[in-house]
């Protein structure tokens, strides 16, 4: 086996790339840029009645925008290691060939017990308060006894011979020393009727054919664990390193579950989260630096993991602190890159029709004046999108509050008829000018200068809350604001 560091990220293509597989994807990728090794994608598409294109295309799409390059797998497969995909490599016989060298060598053998067989033997075992495992009926099957079997129709998935005595162990990166005893292991389905090979066979043999050195995965795997190390053993391969990385829980302490909120990674990119937001933060599930450092820039990430800080407590998914991670890192770009962002995430959305006749630099202008509020890319058109409507569309709150309250109304009407001759005749319509126009109106009449601002601001917008007044009248433009100041006097102070 190479000696250089090779790690593997093998989803299932049954649905969507959900949130502990991303975080498992991420360490194994992290892990691989850290140490200069490579990193690979696997398609594990043995699951017939489950497993679709579609899925395996959400996968791949999902792992593109996380931008967790892999250096082989679809798209780029070595003749080596090729093909990356368990049905096409099942199609090549490379799973019966080591099925047929464990037959021979007396580590497996044909079973034809049926499926409802087998599950009385577990009830049996149950009643019996034994591990509910299968009873090793075929096990010492003779050729000829086989044979009837077989002409009694059956057919025969082909099952490990586990020992019987003794146990299995292995260090793990994360957990430490691991200890499973034999007899709690049952003789398992190496490969169903059909000659579809399961997890645990295909996985192994994949693993060790692949040079395969490090197997990074969620605990949820540990089980696995030792009846691959068996399988291992008995075709006399040496066996990678484990790291069974924490489980994720959500907020109730439960298993993260749907019930929690989203857990597809596309689900959080149809949200307006970022890459690299969730990238950051996926990262601190299960890991962290000495520090406790919650932010990271790309390179420093990669520079800072190691799989020996990773924790074997279960990790807390907590979305408010996802989106507090991604409003910082929405901070942090230009103007122009939240622009590119949001405009990418329309596209994914499927609603180029919402922006269709925006202008992009008023939209960038509108952006930077709702830079600090943006926590997802998804609440940009609420606070931007009374800029590009024809006409002003009123929230009837701020109508009563502000034009039509006996305390308001004569003044909002004086504001609003004489603004539409003087702001006509201003010099220049800069926000620092406009505030002073403001200021000095108010003085003028003897009025608040709050009592010129909010009549403004929501003859313009609509709205009583917003980005600064005298730069949003900047954005518009005199044009633009005297039209729609006029169309608020015809509509409520004619």
Partial sequence: MSENIRVRFAPSPTGDLHIGGVRTALFNWLYAKKTGGTFVLRIEDTDEARSTEESTGIIINAMKWLKLDWAEGPGNEPEK???????????????QKYIDILIEKGFAYKCYCTPEEVEQMRQRATLAKLPPKYDGTCANLTKEQQAQKEAEGRTAVIRFKMPKEGKVEFNDIVRGHVTFENALLDDFVLMKANGVPTYNFACVVDDYLMDITHVVRGDDHISNTPRQLHIFKALGWKEPIFAHLSMILGSDGARLSKRHGHTSVLEYRREGYLQD?????????????AESQQLFEHDELIQKFSLERCTSSPATFDTAKLLWMNGEYIRKKSIDEIYDLFTDWIKFTNNEELIKNWDKEVLKKAISLEHEKIKLLKDIPSLVEFFFKEHVEFDQEAVNKVFLSDKNKDSAKLVLTESIDRLAKESSFAADALEQYARNFAAEKAIKAGQVFHPIRVAISGRTQGPSLFHMMEVFGRDEVIKRIKECVDKYFK
């Fill in 81 to 95: 290691y090729a093909p990356y995909y368990q049905m096409k490599r099942k199609e090549l016989g490379i799973y």
């Fill in 277 to 289: 937001a969730l990238i950051n933060y996926l990262s601190l599930l299960g890991w962290s630096t």
